[in-house]
């Protein structure tokens, strides 16, 4: 049977970043941009519901960000909040989705609805480049207490979080090191670690406790340039590998597998370039996604075996992928969204290999034991 991607949803937003939250919520966020394209900007909130096998996402509200396109989000979920930080150019907004429960009453019977109040809060300047300042990418971490930061003028910058502008407006920490704007970063589980990739080509491995920074280098593909960069965790022990996806010479790109020294174990090669990164939580799987033909698979994270692959999933380039909770999926070893400026949201699974039941096996053996009997002495 042929794999194939499915069509959750549609929306006139073209999306740029997805995120989850909440187990069973996912927030698309981008935008047409300032022009006047009649393409309104901001960020949509959608429910993953599941009703047997099929899957589906509804809708539940729509923010817009005025003449501000959304190219990168983060959400933390905190008490009967969730933050989202947000680009908006080179400074970085922060929302508040204030959690509703709304009673409601669908085929006789009574329930309850989680909805959200979204309220604009306050902003920081979070790159100061003198050229066209942007902020690029934003995470936060797992505690929610600390904000990560990278924007045209190459700098990683720490903050407390979430936004207060009346407590602190300085970086709790700034790191210097790329020469270009930064592409992505990511933060260890623990903050102890960030890794950041940039347009000079270069990929850093940052110890925010130690302030240490060491370079990820390969020893042939020097010619490279990352792109896209993630933390993964390793049996659930604060022990991780760094992924990361670059484009190399000859619309060729690789993804890459680097342990906690910065020495890459794996590599997998793609025939064009590759555009979006993820790692599951349990860090047993890869999902990458092309620019071209809007590819879209999925890869065992020990080895790089392709378990999954479809072709166009999307009709332009892959702009975010994200795993889903595995508690959402219990029939499936691994499924991943992804999103792009073609205005949909795809879903790919891997389902788990349904094993036929013992007593059904020995029934089947022994049906064939007796048919060979048969043949053999009968007839």
Known sequence: ?????????????????????????????????????????????????????????????????????????????????????????????????????????????????????????????????????????????????MMVTGGADGCIRLWNFPIVKSKETNPLKTYEGHTKEIDDIDISCDGKFIVSVAKDGKAYHWNTLTDIRSALIHPINDKQIFKRCKFGIISNKPIYNIYTIANGPRQKSYLQRWSEKNKILNELLFSEPTSALAVSKDGLYIAVGTMYSGSVSIHEASNFKTVYNVNQAHAMFVTGLEFLNGNMTPDMKAAVLSISVDNRVCLHSIPFIKLMPYWQMFIIIHLIIILFYFIIFIM
């Not at 995120?19 to 901001?42: C, D, E, H, P, R």
């Open 1 to 145: 049977m042929a794999i194939k991607s499915q069509v959750l949803t549609t929306t006139n937003l073209p999306m740029y970043s997805i995120q989850t939250f909440l187990n069973n919520y996912i927030l698309v966020a981008g935008g047409g941009g300032s022009s006047k394209t009649g393409i309104l900007n901001g960020f949509e909130i959608f429910k993953l519901s599941r009703d047997g096998k099929t899957v589906t996402l509804t809708r539940v509200i729509r923010y817009d960000s005025g003449p501000n396109v959304i190219m990168n989000c983060c959400t933390n979920y905190s008490g009967n909040k969730i933050y989202i930080a947000a680009n908006e150019n080179e400074k970085c907004r922060q929302y508040i989705a204030d959690i509703v429960i709304e009673p409601t009453f669908q085929n006789g019977k009574a329930s309850k609805e989680i909805n959200f109040k979204i309220t604009t809060g306050d902003s920081l300047l979070t790159d100061f480049s003198e050229d066209e300042p942007l902020q690029r990418i934003v995470k936060v971490n797992n505690d929610g207490n």
